[in-house]
């Protein structure tokens, strides 16, 4: 017969269950915990905004005029190459990024020089650096799951983070220009001495000291930049040398991280040109029909086609720099560990200050 003492024991080793919420697999309750990219899918809102679309409008037309003056370029387009560049899907994003590029305007005038390029670079950063700052902060707060941020308090956040935004842009060419003096000054030291075998030999071998660096510098400033302005944007404290520093360490240690999420990146904006790019083309043909029925001027008619054309390169403009924000984001977390979520959001209202309390004097009477 058994005891009391057994029959307690049995009844305390009645299993209980497995516990699914604990371990790896309280971490897999959304898609989102098992494939941190598909957070970028959420900055698609940003397309759907009138008013940030309005903003790179507006920047883009800004831009294109500067542009435009610097390389003194006085054509008009033609509805037919309008309506050629719009059409042609295929050859889309290489039209796109050769008219983004603000050294392609030179690449055809042998007489431009070359501080005209560096004139229009310069010009470039000038003037998408808020926009870049105002939409990577709508972004990141998309991909962080939180609600986009008014139009009034994202540019005020952006315009205080510019000068930063504008810092950490010309710094890595200050010491690209740095080491640029120094191998120029080893070969004014060459052509001194002349063509003496040992001797330049080892300048050579003093030159590479300088040119890896500068080749460093150089080419991680196209991913390190935009990545500084992604800290910028979503920091709280907006240090432009740590947002540079973070730039160049997110390219050069997590580079397969990154790679992959400007592969999807690449492949959300694809999927956003395509659908721009059918909106303006049916928007061109409805507009140029019901103008030519009216008989309207041919100038209004070239105007309002050049006007549409440029609507697929504003909204793919809007969607590339707000991903920009959810990658630093996704970076972040895999180079430091910080979740997407943990992110900083200034207060909508701030609590007003507590009122002091005048202290007593020690001095007065009863």
Known sequence: MPSEDSSATNETQVHDGYDLETGLLARLREWIDLFPWLRLIRVLRVVGSPPLLA????????WKIGITLLALDQSTPEVAEIAATVNHQVNFFAAFLGHLN???????????VWWKTLLGI???????????I?????????TAGRSLMPLSAALSLALSRTLAGWL???VPLGCIGVFAV???????ISGLFGDITWLNSILAGVTLLFAIPCGLLAFGANVAIPLSWGALANERDPDAMDSLSRGYEYLFRRPLHLAA?????AIIASIVSILAVGVTRTAIQINSQLLKFADAADGMVITSTDLLGHLPVVVLLTAIWSLLGGVYL?????????????LWQADACPKPPLPSIPSQSTDSTP
């Open 102 to 112: 603000p050294t392609s305007v030179f690449h055809d005038d042998p007489e431009i």
């Open 182 to 188: 120094l191998i120029m000054m080893i070969g004014w």
């Open 330 to 342: 996704l970076l972040r977390y895999d180079a430091g560990g910080q979740e997407v979520e943990d």
């Open 134 to 142: 105002l939409l990577s902060r709508q972004g990141g707060l998309l």
């Open 168 to 170: 950490a842009a010309v």
């Open 122 to 132: 310069g010009w470039s950063v000038f003037v998408w650096t808020p926009v870049a």
């Open 261 to 265: 999420y400007l592969l999807i990146s």
């Open 55 to 62: 903003s790179v409008g507006l920047t883009l037309a800004v």
